[in-house]
């Protein structure tokens, strides 16, 4: 019997997918749309799994809580920009520059960044900082000398008034939800992964939440590529009904 067709986005595309046409068509958005707009299954054929179905549900609720989260993180980090404390220049210099105990200080990471992106300076070079944990774990076999105990003071309090803003701007519940909502996104993918997809329709929640995921970033398309492609890949493999 031959292959029966479906008008999708524009072209035709066949009932039951095949390894081929589905591989085919992988490179870009747009086999994200067709297979999105592809029947959930025949009438005649193999019914999705549920758990896949629900995934799906799951999916888009957790990926607009991500963007949610995101959004009230981007709001709250001019609040707390405007309260945070300045770079202490004492303990602080660029990436290639020295500077009294520039031996102890690591790379700043951006606290108001909820990917703790490294702070560059302005002149594009990422900024060092001497923080009172490396000065701890560097001297707790030793007491400090006189110069590095007033290191250690003014990183504390650099650290205390820093985390103080965090507090009062709102920023520090802002990014503890969004990283909870990064997390769950991320374990729905996983589960996703792991659940087989039985028709063209359970095909499409994968890819729709691929192109979704990796979306979001570089560590976020490697993921996606990893767990969903390969698991698309073998659904295909299995060929039960597609």
């Not at 066949?14 to 046409?21: G, Q």
């Not at 500077?99 to 909820?114: C, I, L, V, W």
């Amino acid at each position: 019997m031959p292959n029966e067709f479906v008008p999708v986005a524009g072209e035709a595309m066949p009932a039951n997918l095949s390894r081929r046409f589905f591989l085919s068509r992988m490179g870009g958005v747009a086999a994200a749309s067709a297979l999105a707009a592809a029947p959930v299954a025949a009438a005649s054929g193999p019914k999705e799994n549920s758990e896949l179905l629900d995934l799906g549900a799951r999916f888009e609720a957790a990926h607009a809580d991500y963007f949610a989260t995101s959004e009230r993180v981007s709001e709250l980090q001019p609040v707390f920009r405007a309260m945070a404390p300045a770079l202490p220049t004492e303990i602080s210099g660029s990436e290639h520059e020295r500077f009294d105990g520039a031996a102890h200080a690591d790379f700043y990471r951006d606290p108001a960044s909820p990917k703790l992106k490294d702070v560059k300076g302005a002149d594009g070079r990422r900024v060092r900082i001497i923080s009172s944990y490396a000065l701890e774990r560097n001297f707790r076999s030793q007491k400090m000398p006189k110069s590095i105990e007033r290191q250690y003071r003014l990183a504390l309090d650099f650290e205390r008034a820093t985390d103080a803003a965090l507090q009062a701007s709102g920023l520090a519940a802002a990014l503890q939800a969004h990283h909870n909502a990064d997390g769950a996104l991320r374990r729905v993918i996983y589960d996703m992964s792991q659940t087989r997809a039985r028709t063209p329709g359970g095909l499409a929640i994968k890819v729709r939440a691929t192109a979704a995921y990796a979306a979001l970033g570089a560590d976020e398309r490697f993921s996606a590529a990893q767990w969903l492609a390969k698991s698309m890949w073998g659904d295909l493999e299995e060929g039960e009904a597609l």
